[in-house]
């Protein structure tokens, strides 16, 4: 178990004998702590049994009463070093209240000579704070100090103000005077601003009309110039319609002459069949000369004269599709 602590009286200032007085006190449960410390060692030392807990139990319960004794020790203890404290109280009151008239009395007597002469300052400084007023703002500030002044220094002083008061009211005046001036200045200015803002939208009221009428203007050339433009598409969408028609027509020509010209190949193919056998019989020519003869009886076609622009182009479309007919006919005779 842990050592008693032992309390050192000097920590609290108190002197040694009465701190021995307050220390018997508790002595004796000091005492039968340190009795119970030997019972405390060896129930530690046990096996935890029931026993054991019960032994426990039996010297926490001294403990107990061990502590409770001395927390009564401590409130007795307590109570008559509260009461102790307030009859030391007690003694200084009663002192303090016979000492105050007595200390009051001799202040009198002694700052006598000291308030007079407060008095006589304060007067002074009364008198002299009349004579400021006049050309001060701030009492505190302008009037500290006046009342210890000398004569000399105090004349200087209130003749200093009065000049600068004075200069103060005089730059005052002449701050007013450009006041005035500027304001009739600004006023001028501003009457001037005033009928420039009427030139101006007065002028800017003039430019308004001739942009609306501009706009006007812009707008019916607009309206012009869709109209138109509109005439333009409807005359290229006719020209165009008229293009697709032609084109359409040129090819159902080009289709209806490509039939013709294959109802004559047709035609042609028939004859030549027809002679072939009379042709293979006699074996007069060989095949190359046949085919060489054909080629120049087509190329000695006789082909109408036509009107139109587009029949030409058709017949100009057959004579270059019989051109190519007959260079076939002599490209391929040659390999015979």
Not at 208 to 231: D, F, G, N
Not at 244 to 263: H, S, V
């Amino acid at each position: 178990m842990n050592e008693i602590v032992k309390i050192n009286p000097a920590d609290y200032g108190l002197e040694e004998s009465k701190a021995r007085e307050i220390e018997a006190l508790f002595t004796p449960m000091l005492a039968k702590m340190t009795e119970l410390e030997k019972e405390y060692n060896d129930v530690i030392a046990l096996k935890i049994t029931p026993e054991t807990a019960l032994k426990a139990k039996e010297l926490r319960l001294k403990y107990v009463r061990v502590r409770t004794g001395t927390a009564e020790i401590h409130k007795g203890a307590k109570a008559f070093y509260l009461a102790g404290g307030r009859f030391v109280d007690g003694w200084k009151n009663a002192q303090l209240f016979a000492s105050e008239g007595i200390e009051a009395k001799l202040m009198d007597i002694e700052k006598h000579q000291e308030n007079q002469e407060k008095e006589r300052i304060q007067k002074l400084h009364d008198s002299r704070l009349a004579l400021l007023r006049p050309y001060i703002e701030d009492d505190i500030m302008a009037a500290a100090g006046i009342g210890r002044m000398d004569e000399d220094v105090w004349k200087n002083y209130l003749l200093g103000v009065k000049v600068a008061f004075e200069q103060r009211k005089e730059a005052e005046r002449k701050a007013e005077e450009d006041r005035i001036a500027a304001e009739k200045a600004e006023a001028a200015e501003r009457e001037r601003i005033r009928l420039d803002n009427i030139r101006l939208q007065k002028e800017a009221e003039e430019r308004e009309k001739q942009i609306s009428a501009e706009r006007e203007k812009v707008r019916k050339e607009q309206e012009k110039r869709e109209k138109e433009l509109a005439v333009e598409r409807e005359k290229a969408e006719a020209e165009r319609k008229a293009l697709e028609e032609k084109a359409r027509k040129e090819a159902e020509e080009r289709e209806k002459l490509a039939a013709e010209i294959k109802a004559k190949e047709q035609a042609v193919e028939a004859e030549r069949k027809s002679k072939e056998k009379a042709d293979k019989a006699a074996k007069l020519a060989p095949d190359k000369e046949k085919l060489s003869i054909l080629a120049e009886k087509l190329d000695n076609l006789e082909f109408p004269e036509l009107q139109s622009p587009e029949a030409d182009q058709i017949l100009s479309d057959v004579i270059s599709l019989l051109n190519k007919v007959t260079a076939y006919i002599r490209e391929k005779s040659q390999t015979l």
